[in-house]
């Protein structure tokens, strides 16, 4: 790895800890086993839950024989929908009431893993035997997989009562015309489903508390979230639910809110007072937990013959699965994000999402904005290549000015700031970039059968979204030690370490003696939990603030003690002392403070809530390059470059990190991940043996770059990075393969770009028999326009 910091923010003072690479300090435990994840609970007495999944991917149930199941050994129970008493619910996020989903299948099966009845058992391996017992009679409805087929007009309707396959749709405001252009590029472009694959799948346990209590802990991103959801699922008030998260071994969009599950075991805890704790196998996950991406993109992007964008257009079918929640609402993070860094004069987006039989559709890493960037870079790449101009040019000359922010997209986001030529400069100084081009002609010069491809990205993203609120709170212990609270909820982020640097940096308190609870609904009074890349620029900006409330409480407690003008009260952060100024030898140590204030009946703490009012707009430039083998079509990634901008960067150890686990994350979605099903629904990668995801062995070493370019938005200039090596990354590694081919006529190739696809591309190349990467949209979009007296915006998005 090879790693670059520049551009020290003026808000960091010579000598502040802010900035520096600070060690993580909650590795240790979990590097030594002492965290504690779910499955490390062990709560005594737990009756173990397993969910017994539909094989039908469209069905009507007739019956569900549970007898020969419940008479085995160690066997409690095995109950249907109509033994839990819990009606359907939405779950994350409301699209229709014809939606909701009921927490076991009632009469009908509309996915392969759906829940058609629980197990409980008083041991994992009796509840796993007898699952295997129960069966199901269902007589198959004709399942839709296919999400355009879903919205053709003749397509029967999975619910029914909805009248058809068309989860929600929107037709955009913004009018434009890219056939009046001088050169009209377009493409369909694939941005194939995705599994989330947590290191840790999705699982809960819940008991009922010595209250009367349900006490749920969960696997989840949003803990305060899941409590408010999971009180009203149940019918109960929030003062009658208890959250708490314990360590969560990944969430990535993929955990976020009230899981059909969660529901269930509750009802159950509840009716059996006793507690149940649910662990699925990996295939469980694979075909339950909600799915991700899964867009068909209909793109045209007007030019002029020098290459300056003059409109764009873009049709996009997007697949909910079978139950529309979040991911029906994701599209419309993807058309607000469409302009990305360029300035388009004209642009419009009109959207159809579609329910089919397949698992349901949620958040992943980047949630929409990672399906915008895909679909805008590939349609310049295209471009540069059908207008014979270098893809790094053709950027150039149609990005936004430095002098434009904020500036005010034509989508509605106001992006706050950017220097999207710098991102690109950096990014092809590192690659050496001319030099690569002229490697890249020599090898095509001498017919070589390793192919070089250099494909390039830039990208502009969305974190904290609509801004926001979030708390924090700060105490001082009098053995010196501190403990900070916060709403958010860190699964790997390592927020214990940015936020106690925010808590050193203004008290001295060293970062190893600070901890932080969160994940707690009891403990943290109310929290937003972590998605969207909010959680330093939100739950950093409120740890600081309170530790600013904290200071100042400080202050007026020294006075009192040491009889003193609080003006004179300075805290020296060099020796983690609080006195009169210019006499050191009187200052008191925090843990002193703390001993003396709690003799007075004081404490040395302090709380805040900090308020964002808008979202901030990371961005950044990625290049990849690629050797793709002519006689195999297998692609090797050689090097990958990441410049990306996060605003203030507080720790670059951290930064570095998030980029590390982005990218890799978007070359997995470039190169290897897909998942599939066949034509009855039935997933044919429901386990890691099917479904591939890169090892560190398939990638480089990253040389990742981290330039500053601060937002006014909150007190520490900062915008977030958990998801932008994400949305770099994969356009550029597409790119980079697409290129390689270029000479060759290839200007597509969808995703994922596997051996097989490469190779047969290769082989239309040489037979001259490429397809057109462009056909007309399905025309559910014209049947939309036609239904509309005014052209207006439904799909308003949330951001994950």
């Not at 209250?211 to 009180?231: C, D, I, Y």
């Not at 603030?545 to 009260?569: C, N, P, S, W, Y």
């Not at 990849?624 to 720790?651: F, S, Y």
């Not at 994400?726 to 980079?736: E, L």
Request: with cysteine.
């Amino acid at each position: 790895m090879t790693a670059e910091h520049t551009a020290m923010s003026p808000t960091r003072t010579p000598g502040s800890i802010l900035g520096t690479r600070v060690t993580r300090t909650e590795d240790p435990g979990l590097l030594t086993g002492a965290a504690i994840y779910l499955d490390d609970l062990h709560i005594e007495g737990s009756l173990h839950a397993v969910f017994v999944r539909s094989d039908v991917a469209h069905g009507t149930i007739i019956s569900i024989e549970t007898a020969e199941a419940a008479s085995m050994s160690g066997v409690i129970a095995v109950l249907t929908f109509a033994d839990l008493g819990i009606a359907a619910h939405h779950g994350f996020a409301p699209v229709h009431d014809d939606f909701k989903r009921p927490p076991l299948a009632d009469g009908v099966v509309r996915f392969v893993g759906e829940s058609i009845a629980i197990v409980l058992a008083e041991t994992p391996e009796a509840g796993a035997d007898a699952a295997q017992m129960v069966w199901a009679d269902i007589e198959p409805l004709t399942p839709i997989i296919d999400m355009e087929a879903a919205l053709d007009a003749g397509a029967l309707p999975i619910f029914p009562a909805h009248g058809d396959n068309q989860a929600v749709r929107t037709v955009g405001k913004e009018r434009s015309d890219p056939t009046t252009a001088e050169r009209l590029v377009r493409g369909r472009y694939i941005n194939q489903r995705l599994a989330v694959v947590p290191i840790e799948p999705d699982r809960a346990a819940a008991e009922i508390d010595e209250q009367g209590r349900v006490k749920l802990w969960a696997s989840t991103q949003m803990p305060h979230l899941l409590h408010r959801q999971l009180a009203g699922a149940l019918g109960l008030e929030e003062s009658d639910v208890h959250v708490m998260t314990p360590q969560v071994g990944g969430g990535f969009g993929g955990k976020a809110g009230l899981m059909s599950e969660h529901v269930a075991i509750c009802a159950l805890a509840r009716q059996f007072q006793r507690p149940i704790t649910w662990v699925p196998p990996r295939s469980d996950d694979m075909k339950s937990l909600l799915h991700s991406r899964g867009q068909v993109q209909y793109a045209e992007l007007g030019c002029t013959e020098d290459g300056r964008f003059t409109s764009l257009r873009v049709r996009l079918v997007n697949d909910c699965g079978a139950y529309p929640n979040i991911g029906a609402m994701l599209p419309g993070l993807t058309r607000n994000m469409a302009q990305g860094t360029y300035a388009i004069p004209e642009l419009e987006f009109d959207i159809a999402v579609a329910v089919t039989n397949t698992t349901p559709m949620g958040a992943y890493r980047g949630a929409g904005r990672p399906e915008a960037t895909a679909l805008l870079e590939r349609l310049v790449d295209q471009a540069a290549l059908e207008l014979g101009i270098d893809p790094i040019e053709i950027r150039r000359r149609n990005f936004l000015a430095d002098d434009v922010f904020p500036f005010q997209t034509i989508t509605g986001p106001v992006y706050d700031t950017g220097q999207y030529t710098m991102a690109l400069d950096r990014a092809a100084e590192v690659a050496g970039y001319e030099a690569l081009r002229a490697e890249q002609a020599m090898r095509r010069e001498q017919g070589s059968e390793k192919l070089l491809g250099i494909g390039v990205a830039s990208y502009v993203e969305v974190t904290a979204g609509r801004g926001g609120t979030e708390f924090g709170a700060v105490e001082v212990h009098d053995d010196g030690t501190a403990t900070m609270y916060a709403g958010t909820l860190s699964h790997g982020q390592g927020h214990q370490t940015a936020y106690a640097m925010l808590v050193s940096d203004q008290t001295g308190i060293p970062v190893d003696k600070i901890t932080l609870v969160d994940g707690d609904t009891d403990r943290i009074r109310t929290g937003g939990g972590t998605g969207g890349s909010k959680s330093l620029q939100l739950g950093g900006s409120a740890v600081h603030g309170a530790t600013e409330v904290m200071v100042f409480k400080a202050k007026e407690l020294a006075a009192k003690l040491l009889e003193a003008d609080i003006a004179d009260i300075v805290v020296d952060t060099a020796s983690g002392t609080i006195g009169v100024a210019g006499v050191p030898a009187q200052g008191l140590s925090w843990g002193e403070l703390a001993q003396r204030a709690a003799a007075i009946g004081e404490r040395v703490d302090g709380e805040f809530d900090f308020v964002q009012k808008g979202g901030t707009f990371p961005f950044g430039t990625h290049i990849a390059v690629v050797e793709v083998d002519a006689g195999t079509g297998k692609v090797e990634l050689l090097r990958h470059i990441a410049v990306d901008d996060c605003g203030t960067v507080l720790n670059p150890l951290i930064v570095e990190g998030q980029q590390h686990g982005g990218i890799a994350a978007g070359v997995g979605q470039a190169l290897y991940e897909e998942v599939l099903f066949d034509d009855d629904g039935n997933p044919v990668t429901s386990n890691l043996a099917d479904y591939a995801i890169p090892s560190a062995a398939e990638l480089p070493s990253f040389e990742v770059i981290s330039t500053e370019t601060p937002t006014p938005m909150n007190p520490l200039g900062a915008k977030g990075i958990g998801e932008a090596g994400t949305i770099g990354s994969t356009p550029a590694v597409q790119n980079a393969v697409i290129d390689a081919l270029a000479h060759f006529g290839v200007r597509h190739i969808d995703l994922p770009c596997t051996p097989e696809r490469v190779w047969q591309t290769m082989q239309q190349a040489a037979a001259a028999t490429l397809p057109d990467p462009w056909r007309e949209p399905p025309e559910i979009f014209a049947r939309n326009r036609a239904e509309v007296d005014e052209p207006q915006d439904t799909a308003d998005a949330p951001v994950i």
